[in-house]
Protein backbone atom coordinates (compact mmCIF):
# COMPACT_ATOMS: atom_id res chain seq x y z
CA UNK A 1 0.00 0.00 0.00
CA UNK A 2 1.55 3.47 -0.68
CA UNK A 3 2.39 6.02 1.49
CA UNK A 4 -0.88 8.11 -0.10
CA UNK A 5 -3.44 5.60 0.20
CA UNK A 6 -2.21 4.94 4.05
CA UNK A 7 -2.33 8.91 5.06
CA UNK A 8 -5.86 9.04 3.21
CA UNK A 9 -7.58 5.75 5.83
CA UNK A 10 -10.00 7.17 7.55
CA UNK A 11 -9.67 6.57 11.25
CA UNK A 12 -12.74 5.81 13.63
CA UNK A 13 -12.90 9.24 16.15
CA UNK A 14 -11.94 9.48 19.47
CA UNK A 15 -14.24 8.64 22.10
CA UNK A 16 -14.28 12.05 23.65
CA UNK A 17 -15.16 13.70 20.14
CA UNK A 18 -18.15 10.86 19.72
CA UNK A 19 -19.29 11.79 23.68
CA UNK A 20 -19.26 15.46 22.46
CA UNK A 21 -20.83 14.95 19.46
CA UNK A 22 -23.46 13.82 21.82
CA UNK A 23 -23.55 16.95 23.91
CA UNK A 24 -24.50 18.72 20.70
CA UNK A 25 -27.06 16.54 19.13
CA UNK A 26 -28.93 16.63 22.77
CA UNK A 27 -28.24 20.52 22.24
CA UNK A 28 -29.96 20.69 19.32
CA UNK A 29 -32.77 17.99 19.82
CA UNK A 30 -33.88 20.45 22.91
CA UNK A 31 -35.21 22.51 20.44
CA UNK A 32 -37.86 20.36 18.94
CA UNK A 33 -38.75 18.52 22.08
CA UNK A 34 -41.09 20.43 24.34
CA UNK A 35 -39.96 20.84 27.47
CA UNK A 36 -42.22 19.28 30.24
CA UNK A 37 -42.00 18.92 34.14
CA UNK A 38 -43.23 16.17 36.81
CA UNK A 39 -43.27 17.95 40.48
CA UNK A 40 -40.90 16.49 43.00
CA UNK A 41 -41.99 15.40 46.05
CA UNK A 42 -39.54 14.48 49.14
CA UNK A 43 -39.86 10.68 50.04
CA UNK A 44 -38.93 10.00 54.10
CA UNK A 45 -37.81 6.36 53.15
CA UNK A 46 -34.74 7.56 50.51
CA UNK A 47 -34.37 10.99 51.45
CA UNK A 48 -34.27 11.62 48.10
CA UNK A 49 -36.76 13.79 46.20
CA UNK A 50 -38.75 11.72 43.93
CA UNK A 51 -40.85 12.77 40.89
CA UNK A 52 -44.60 12.30 41.41
CA UNK A 53 -45.92 9.89 39.17
CA UNK A 54 -49.42 12.05 38.31
CA UNK A 55 -48.26 15.13 37.90
CA UNK A 56 -46.47 16.02 34.63
CA UNK A 57 -47.79 19.19 32.75
CA UNK A 58 -46.00 21.04 29.87
CA UNK A 59 -44.10 24.40 30.49
CA UNK A 60 -42.99 27.22 28.56
CA UNK A 61 -40.47 26.00 25.96
CA UNK A 62 -36.24 26.88 27.25
CA UNK A 63 -34.42 27.67 24.80
CA UNK A 64 -31.01 27.51 25.22
CA UNK A 65 -28.31 29.69 23.92
CA UNK A 66 -24.50 28.96 22.26
CA UNK A 67 -22.95 29.87 25.46
CA UNK A 68 -25.61 27.34 27.29
CA UNK A 69 -23.61 24.69 24.98
CA UNK A 70 -20.78 25.80 25.43
CA UNK A 71 -20.28 25.72 29.44
CA UNK A 72 -22.54 22.51 29.65
CA UNK A 73 -18.78 20.72 29.86
CA UNK A 74 -18.43 22.81 32.91
CA UNK A 75 -21.76 21.73 34.32
CA UNK A 76 -20.96 18.16 33.42
CA UNK A 77 -17.79 18.63 35.86
CA UNK A 78 -19.90 20.31 38.53
CA UNK A 79 -22.75 17.24 38.22
CA UNK A 80 -20.29 14.53 38.30
CA UNK A 81 -18.09 15.89 40.70
CA UNK A 82 -18.79 13.35 43.14
CA UNK A 83 -17.99 10.22 40.80
CA UNK A 84 -14.49 12.20 39.40
CA UNK A 85 -13.56 12.60 43.31
CA UNK A 86 -14.12 9.44 44.10
CA UNK A 87 -12.44 7.95 40.95
CA UNK A 88 -9.14 10.08 41.95
CA UNK A 89 -9.29 8.78 45.66
CA UNK A 90 -9.29 4.70 43.82
CA UNK A 91 -6.46 5.34 41.73
CA UNK A 92 -4.70 6.64 44.01
CA UNK A 93 -5.00 3.73 46.52
CA UNK A 94 -4.49 1.22 44.17
CA UNK A 95 -1.32 3.09 42.79
CA UNK A 96 -0.04 3.27 46.33
CA UNK A 97 -0.54 -0.78 46.26
CA UNK A 98 1.41 -0.95 43.40
CA UNK A 99 4.40 1.14 44.55
CA UNK A 100 4.36 -1.00 47.62
CA UNK A 101 4.37 -3.89 46.00
CA UNK A 102 1.45 -5.93 47.11
CA UNK A 103 -0.47 -6.18 43.63
CA UNK A 104 2.32 -6.97 41.41
CA UNK A 105 3.46 -10.04 43.63
CA UNK A 106 -0.22 -11.37 44.08
CA UNK A 107 -0.59 -10.75 40.06
CA UNK A 108 3.32 -12.56 39.33
CA UNK A 109 2.06 -15.02 42.05
CA UNK A 110 -0.95 -16.13 40.37
CA UNK A 111 0.66 -15.84 36.64
CA UNK A 112 3.15 -18.24 37.91
CA UNK A 113 1.12 -20.95 39.61
CA UNK A 114 -1.59 -20.71 36.46
CA UNK A 115 1.04 -20.67 33.81
CA UNK A 116 -0.22 -24.50 32.89
CA UNK A 117 -4.17 -23.51 33.22
CA UNK A 118 -4.19 -20.15 32.20
CA UNK A 119 -7.68 -19.80 30.82
CA UNK A 120 -8.86 -20.17 34.69
CA UNK A 121 -7.73 -17.07 35.32
CA UNK A 122 -10.62 -15.86 33.13
CA UNK A 123 -13.20 -17.03 35.01
CA UNK A 124 -11.46 -15.87 38.51
CA UNK A 125 -10.93 -12.30 37.93
CA UNK A 126 -14.66 -12.23 36.99
CA UNK A 127 -15.92 -13.73 39.20
CA UNK A 128 -13.97 -11.63 41.48
CA UNK A 129 -14.69 -8.14 39.61
CA UNK A 130 -18.31 -9.30 39.04
CA UNK A 131 -18.97 -10.08 43.23
CA UNK A 132 -17.47 -6.41 44.10
CA UNK A 133 -19.05 -4.96 41.92
CA UNK A 134 -22.53 -6.55 43.42
CA UNK A 135 -21.73 -4.97 46.56
CA UNK A 136 -20.01 -1.35 46.03
CA UNK A 137 -22.51 -0.24 42.59
CA UNK A 138 -19.13 1.50 40.98
CA UNK A 139 -18.17 1.30 37.51
CA UNK A 140 -15.37 3.03 37.80
CA UNK A 141 -13.53 -0.27 39.31
CA UNK A 142 -12.65 -0.86 35.61
CA UNK A 143 -10.16 1.74 35.51
CA UNK A 144 -8.10 0.12 38.10
CA UNK A 145 -8.37 -3.21 37.50
CA UNK A 146 -7.62 -3.04 33.73
CA UNK A 147 -3.77 -1.43 34.10
CA UNK A 148 -3.47 -4.41 37.17
CA UNK A 149 -5.17 -7.47 34.81
CA UNK A 150 -3.31 -6.43 31.54
CA UNK A 151 0.29 -7.50 32.27
CA UNK A 152 -0.85 -10.43 33.51
CA UNK A 153 -3.30 -11.50 30.23
CA UNK A 154 -0.63 -10.61 27.71
CA UNK A 155 2.01 -12.31 29.85
CA UNK A 156 -0.19 -15.85 29.49
CA UNK A 157 -0.86 -15.48 25.54
CA UNK A 158 -4.48 -13.26 25.69
CA UNK A 159 -4.98 -9.87 24.26
CA UNK A 160 -6.31 -6.55 24.99
CA UNK A 161 -9.60 -7.34 24.01
CA UNK A 162 -9.60 -10.30 26.58
CA UNK A 163 -8.60 -8.41 29.12
CA UNK A 164 -10.90 -5.36 28.40
CA UNK A 165 -13.70 -7.87 27.86
CA UNK A 166 -13.27 -9.79 31.07
CA UNK A 167 -13.04 -6.31 33.14
CA UNK A 168 -15.58 -4.53 31.32
CA UNK A 169 -18.79 -7.32 30.86
CA UNK A 170 -17.58 -9.14 34.79
CA UNK A 171 -18.37 -5.43 35.62
CA UNK A 172 -21.19 -4.92 33.90
CA UNK A 173 -23.36 -8.17 34.79
CA UNK A 174 -22.24 -7.74 39.22
CA UNK A 175 -23.68 -4.11 38.57
CA UNK A 176 -26.42 -5.23 36.62
CA UNK A 177 -27.78 -8.53 37.68
CA UNK A 178 -27.08 -7.38 41.44
CA UNK A 179 -28.66 -8.73 44.31
CA UNK A 180 -27.13 -5.74 46.33
CA UNK A 181 -26.31 -2.81 44.46
CA UNK A 182 -26.51 0.29 46.25
CA UNK A 183 -27.74 2.80 43.76
CA UNK A 184 -30.02 0.51 42.43
CA UNK A 185 -31.15 -2.53 44.01
CA UNK A 186 -31.60 -0.69 47.28
CA UNK A 187 -32.64 2.83 46.39
CA UNK A 188 -35.78 1.07 44.14
CA UNK A 189 -36.42 -1.31 46.95
CA UNK A 190 -37.12 1.74 48.89
CA UNK A 191 -39.14 3.48 46.74
CA UNK A 192 -41.63 0.59 46.40
CA UNK A 193 -41.59 -0.08 49.90
CA UNK A 194 -39.68 -3.86 49.33
CA UNK A 195 -37.94 -5.11 52.19
CA UNK A 196 -34.23 -4.96 51.33
CA UNK A 197 -32.77 -7.48 49.73
CA UNK A 198 -35.94 -9.26 49.17
CA UNK A 199 -35.51 -11.34 45.86
CA UNK A 200 -32.05 -12.17 46.54
CA UNK A 201 -32.34 -16.38 45.12
CA UNK A 202 -34.20 -15.16 41.62
CA UNK A 203 -31.52 -12.20 41.11
CA UNK A 204 -28.39 -14.41 42.22
CA UNK A 205 -29.92 -17.28 39.94
CA UNK A 206 -29.69 -14.43 36.83
CA UNK A 207 -26.69 -13.19 38.05
CA UNK A 208 -25.21 -16.49 38.10
CA UNK A 209 -26.69 -17.30 34.53
CA UNK A 210 -25.23 -14.01 33.39
CA UNK A 211 -21.97 -14.54 34.45
CA UNK A 212 -21.41 -17.78 33.46
CA UNK A 213 -22.33 -17.04 29.48
CA UNK A 214 -20.43 -14.10 29.62
CA UNK A 215 -17.29 -15.97 31.10
CA UNK A 216 -17.73 -18.45 28.37
CA UNK A 217 -17.58 -16.28 25.53
CA UNK A 218 -14.75 -14.35 27.24
CA UNK A 219 -12.69 -18.02 27.78
CA UNK A 220 -13.69 -18.94 24.16
CA UNK A 221 -12.24 -15.59 22.39
CA UNK A 222 -9.44 -15.76 24.71
CA UNK A 223 -8.31 -19.75 23.87
CA UNK A 224 -9.04 -18.79 20.51
CA UNK A 225 -6.17 -15.68 20.75
CA UNK A 226 -3.93 -18.35 22.76
CA UNK A 227 -3.82 -20.83 19.97
CA UNK A 228 -3.13 -18.15 16.87
CA UNK A 229 -2.17 -14.47 18.19
CA UNK A 230 -2.95 -13.48 14.27
CA UNK A 231 -6.80 -14.14 15.41
CA UNK A 232 -6.54 -11.24 17.71
CA UNK A 233 -8.73 -8.35 16.90
CA UNK A 234 -6.35 -5.91 18.36
CA UNK A 235 -3.40 -8.19 17.28
CA UNK A 236 -0.46 -5.91 17.65
CA UNK A 237 2.78 -8.32 18.95
CA UNK A 238 4.90 -4.87 19.31
CA UNK A 239 2.43 -3.22 22.11
CA UNK A 240 1.58 -6.55 23.60
CA UNK A 241 5.63 -6.93 23.92
CA UNK A 242 6.23 -3.23 25.37
CA UNK A 243 2.83 -3.92 27.92
CA UNK A 244 4.84 -7.14 29.68
CA UNK A 245 8.24 -5.69 29.46
CA UNK A 246 9.56 -5.80 32.91
CA UNK A 247 6.98 -8.11 34.24
CA UNK A 248 8.26 -11.59 35.41
CA UNK A 249 6.05 -14.58 36.00
CA UNK A 250 7.66 -16.06 39.51
CA UNK A 251 6.66 -16.94 42.87
CA UNK A 252 7.68 -13.72 44.38
CA UNK A 253 7.68 -13.33 48.11
CA UNK A 254 6.35 -11.05 49.99
CA UNK A 255 8.01 -8.72 52.77
CA UNK A 256 6.83 -8.52 56.60
CA UNK A 257 6.08 -4.72 55.90
CA UNK A 258 3.96 -5.89 52.59
CA UNK A 259 2.60 -8.16 54.22
CA UNK A 260 1.30 -5.82 56.96
CA UNK A 261 0.38 -3.05 54.44
CA UNK A 262 -1.54 -5.86 52.46
CA UNK A 263 -3.40 -6.76 55.63
CA UNK A 264 -4.46 -3.06 56.29
CA UNK A 265 -5.35 -2.26 52.76
CA UNK A 266 -7.69 -5.71 52.82
CA UNK A 267 -8.94 -4.48 56.27
CA UNK A 268 -10.11 -1.14 55.50
CA UNK A 269 -11.68 -1.93 51.97
CA UNK A 270 -13.58 -5.01 53.97
CA UNK A 271 -14.60 -2.53 56.53
CA UNK A 272 -16.32 -0.40 53.40
CA UNK A 273 -18.09 -3.31 52.07
CA UNK A 274 -19.30 -4.60 55.63
CA UNK A 275 -21.00 -0.89 56.09
CA UNK A 276 -21.94 -0.85 53.14
CA UNK A 277 -24.05 -4.06 52.51
CA UNK A 278 -24.92 -4.64 56.13
CA UNK A 279 -25.12 -1.04 57.81
CA UNK A 280 -26.38 0.94 54.98
CA UNK A 281 -24.39 3.91 56.03
CA UNK A 282 -22.11 5.19 53.52
CA UNK A 283 -22.64 8.09 51.32
CA UNK A 284 -20.40 8.68 48.31
CA UNK A 285 -18.06 11.10 50.72
CA UNK A 286 -17.89 8.59 53.52
CA UNK A 287 -16.76 5.47 50.69
CA UNK A 288 -14.50 8.43 49.45
CA UNK A 289 -13.12 8.83 53.16
CA UNK A 290 -12.67 4.87 53.30
CA UNK A 291 -10.86 4.88 49.69
CA UNK A 292 -8.13 7.36 51.36
CA UNK A 293 -7.33 5.45 54.23
CA UNK A 294 -6.40 2.92 51.70
CA UNK A 295 -4.16 5.65 50.07
CA UNK A 296 -2.89 6.68 53.65
CA UNK A 297 -2.77 3.87 56.19
CA UNK A 298 -0.68 1.00 54.09
CA UNK A 299 1.44 3.67 52.76
CA UNK A 300 2.68 4.46 55.86
CA UNK A 301 3.06 0.46 57.37
CA UNK A 302 4.95 0.18 53.86
CA UNK A 303 7.39 2.89 55.19
CA UNK A 304 6.75 5.41 51.91
CA UNK A 305 8.10 8.91 52.33
CA UNK A 306 5.46 11.57 52.57
CA UNK A 307 7.02 12.42 49.19
CA UNK A 308 6.19 8.92 47.86
CA UNK A 309 2.60 8.34 49.11
CA UNK A 310 2.16 11.67 47.34
CA UNK A 311 3.46 10.80 44.07
CA UNK A 312 1.97 7.51 44.05
CA UNK A 313 -1.47 8.69 44.43
CA UNK A 314 -0.89 11.43 41.66
CA UNK A 315 0.28 8.39 39.61
CA UNK A 316 -2.77 6.95 40.16
CA UNK A 317 -5.35 9.86 39.59
CA UNK A 318 -3.39 10.90 36.33
CA UNK A 319 -3.92 7.20 35.53
CA UNK A 320 -7.98 7.64 35.48
CA UNK A 321 -7.33 11.34 34.54
CA UNK A 322 -8.99 10.50 30.85
CA UNK A 323 -11.77 8.67 32.33
CA UNK A 324 -12.64 11.11 34.87
CA UNK A 325 -12.81 13.93 31.98
CA UNK A 326 -14.91 11.29 29.96
CA UNK A 327 -17.31 11.34 32.63
CA UNK A 328 -17.79 15.00 32.51
CA UNK A 329 -18.13 15.19 28.98
CA UNK A 330 -21.10 12.29 29.24
CA UNK A 331 -22.86 14.04 32.13
CA UNK A 332 -23.00 17.62 30.04
CA UNK A 333 -25.69 15.46 27.60
CA UNK A 334 -27.76 15.12 30.46
CA UNK A 335 -27.15 18.86 31.80
CA UNK A 336 -27.89 19.76 28.18
CA UNK A 337 -31.36 18.53 28.35
CA UNK A 338 -31.94 19.08 32.13
CA UNK A 339 -31.85 22.53 31.32
CA UNK A 340 -33.74 23.02 28.34
CA UNK A 341 -36.70 20.61 30.16
CA UNK A 342 -36.88 17.91 28.20
CA UNK A 343 -35.84 15.04 30.30
CA UNK A 344 -39.23 14.75 31.52
CA UNK A 345 -40.97 14.98 28.23
CA UNK A 346 -38.53 12.16 27.43
CA UNK A 347 -39.83 9.98 30.55
CA UNK A 348 -43.57 10.83 30.10
CA UNK A 349 -43.63 9.87 26.20
CA UNK A 350 -41.59 6.91 27.09
CA UNK A 351 -43.92 5.52 29.96
CA UNK A 352 -46.77 6.36 27.77
CA UNK A 353 -45.68 4.08 25.16
CA UNK A 354 -45.60 1.12 27.45
CA UNK A 355 -48.77 1.80 29.09
CA UNK A 356 -50.40 0.51 26.62
CA UNK A 357 -48.55 -2.79 26.19
CA UNK A 358 -49.66 -6.10 27.05
CA UNK A 359 -48.14 -7.08 30.56
CA UNK A 360 -46.09 -9.55 29.17
CA UNK A 361 -44.62 -7.32 26.56
CA UNK A 362 -44.63 -4.23 29.12
CA UNK A 363 -42.14 -5.90 31.52
CA UNK A 364 -39.43 -5.75 28.51
CA UNK A 365 -41.12 -2.27 27.06
CA UNK A 366 -39.98 -1.16 30.64
CA UNK A 367 -35.86 -2.22 30.09
CA UNK A 368 -35.71 -0.75 26.75
CA UNK A 369 -37.19 2.84 28.19
CA UNK A 370 -34.35 2.53 30.76
CA UNK A 371 -31.93 1.59 27.64
CA UNK A 372 -32.66 4.49 26.15
CA UNK A 373 -32.59 6.89 29.35
CA UNK A 374 -28.90 5.58 29.37
CA UNK A 375 -28.41 8.63 26.63
CA UNK A 376 -30.22 10.71 29.09
CA UNK A 377 -29.80 10.17 32.83
CA UNK A 378 -25.61 8.33 33.04
CA UNK A 379 -26.24 7.71 36.14
CA UNK A 380 -27.77 4.68 37.85
CA UNK A 381 -29.09 6.21 41.26
CA UNK A 382 -30.53 9.26 38.55
CA UNK A 383 -32.22 7.17 36.41
CA UNK A 384 -33.72 5.37 39.81
CA UNK A 385 -35.05 8.71 41.35
CA UNK A 386 -36.62 9.59 37.97
CA UNK A 387 -37.64 6.70 36.00
CA UNK A 388 -38.83 4.27 38.99
CA UNK A 389 -41.29 6.34 40.44
CA UNK A 390 -43.30 6.54 37.30
CA UNK A 391 -42.61 2.64 36.44
CA UNK A 392 -43.19 1.46 39.81
CA UNK A 393 -47.03 2.36 39.52
CA UNK A 394 -47.27 2.08 36.11
CA UNK A 395 -46.27 -2.06 37.13
CA UNK A 396 -49.33 -1.81 39.35
CA UNK A 397 -51.68 -0.73 35.96
CA UNK A 398 -50.47 -3.36 33.67
CA UNK A 399 -50.14 -6.15 36.43
CA UNK A 400 -46.53 -6.72 36.89
CA UNK A 401 -44.77 -6.82 40.23
CA UNK A 402 -42.74 -4.35 41.99
CA UNK A 403 -40.09 -6.66 42.12
CA UNK A 404 -39.98 -7.16 38.34
CA UNK A 405 -40.62 -3.72 37.58
CA UNK A 406 -37.14 -3.50 39.48
CA UNK A 407 -35.11 -5.80 37.78
CA UNK A 408 -36.35 -4.47 34.23
CA UNK A 409 -34.95 -1.36 35.58
CA UNK A 410 -31.54 -2.82 36.48
CA UNK A 411 -31.63 -4.40 32.77
CA UNK A 412 -32.07 -1.55 31.21
CA UNK A 413 -29.46 0.73 33.10
CA UNK A 414 -26.73 -1.77 32.79
CA UNK A 415 -26.61 -4.03 30.35
CA UNK A 416 -26.24 -0.70 27.66
CA UNK A 417 -23.37 1.13 30.31
CA UNK A 418 -20.82 -0.81 27.89
CA UNK A 419 -22.16 -0.16 24.46
CA UNK A 420 -23.82 3.23 24.38
CA UNK A 421 -21.32 5.37 22.69
CA UNK A 422 -22.03 8.19 25.84
CA UNK A 423 -21.01 6.23 28.49
CA UNK A 424 -17.29 8.42 29.59
CA UNK A 425 -16.20 4.49 31.54
CA UNK A 426 -16.51 2.49 28.41
CA UNK A 427 -14.02 5.13 26.65
CA UNK A 428 -11.91 4.78 29.14
CA UNK A 429 -11.44 1.67 29.47
CA UNK A 430 -10.72 1.26 25.65
CA UNK A 431 -8.36 3.74 25.69
CA UNK A 432 -6.09 1.77 28.54
CA UNK A 433 -7.00 -1.01 26.22
CA UNK A 434 -5.87 0.93 23.24
CA UNK A 435 -8.83 -0.14 21.79
CA UNK A 436 -11.28 1.64 19.03
CA UNK A 437 -15.09 1.80 19.76
CA UNK A 438 -15.53 0.23 16.19
CA UNK A 439 -13.35 -2.74 17.46
CA UNK A 440 -14.81 -3.03 20.52
CA UNK A 441 -18.68 -3.09 19.01
CA UNK A 442 -17.44 -5.72 16.31
CA UNK A 443 -16.24 -7.85 19.22
CA UNK A 444 -18.78 -7.40 22.16
CA UNK A 445 -21.64 -6.40 19.74
CA UNK A 446 -23.41 -9.78 19.11
CA UNK A 447 -23.06 -10.48 22.29
CA UNK A 448 -24.70 -7.61 23.71
CA UNK A 449 -28.15 -8.55 21.99
CA UNK A 450 -27.72 -12.51 23.44
CA UNK A 451 -27.70 -10.41 26.54
CA UNK A 452 -30.77 -8.79 26.15
CA UNK A 453 -32.58 -11.86 25.11
CA UNK A 454 -31.42 -13.43 27.89
CA UNK A 455 -32.16 -10.55 30.11
CA UNK A 456 -35.85 -10.32 28.21
CA UNK A 457 -36.58 -14.21 29.06
CA UNK A 458 -35.49 -13.97 32.70
CA UNK A 459 -38.19 -10.43 32.89
CA UNK A 460 -40.91 -13.05 31.03
CA UNK A 461 -40.08 -15.70 33.43
CA UNK A 462 -40.34 -13.01 36.67
CA UNK A 463 -43.60 -11.67 35.63
CA UNK A 464 -45.29 -15.19 35.10
CA UNK A 465 -44.55 -16.45 38.74
CA UNK A 466 -45.55 -12.89 39.95
CA UNK A 467 -41.80 -12.83 41.56
CA UNK A 468 -42.31 -11.08 44.79
CA UNK A 469 -43.24 -10.16 47.13
CA UNK A 470 -45.50 -7.89 45.54
Known amino acids: MSEKAIAKKPHFPDGMAIVMSFTLLAWLLSFVIPSG ?16 AASFHFVDKSYLSLMDLLSSLHNGFVSASDMIIMTFLIGGAFSVARKIGIIDIMIKRLAYHMRNKSIWVIPMMMILISLME ?26 AMTACGAVLISECIGFTVSFANPFTVIIGQKLAGLPLYSGFAFRFIAWALSLAVAILFVASYGKKVQANPAKSLVYD ?9 GFQVEDAAFTLRQKLAGIAFLLIFSGMLISIIFFEMLDIAQMDAFFLLMCIVPGMIAGLSSKELVDAVMKGAKSVMYGAFMMAV ?11 GTVDTIVYYLSGAVSQLPSYLAVIGMQLVQSVMNFVIPSGSGQAIVTLPILLPLSDVVGITNQTAIMAFQYGDGLANIIV ?40 IAHLIQWGPF
Do not use: H
Request: hydrophobic share 55%.
Open 237 to 245: PAASSAAVA
Open 37 to 52: TFERIADPVTGRNIVD
Open 421 to 460: PNSGILFACLALGNITYNKWLKWFGKFFIFQNIMSFGVLI
Open 134 to 159: NFLGTPEICLIFIPILMPLFLSLGFD
Open 330 to 340: ARSVSTILTAS
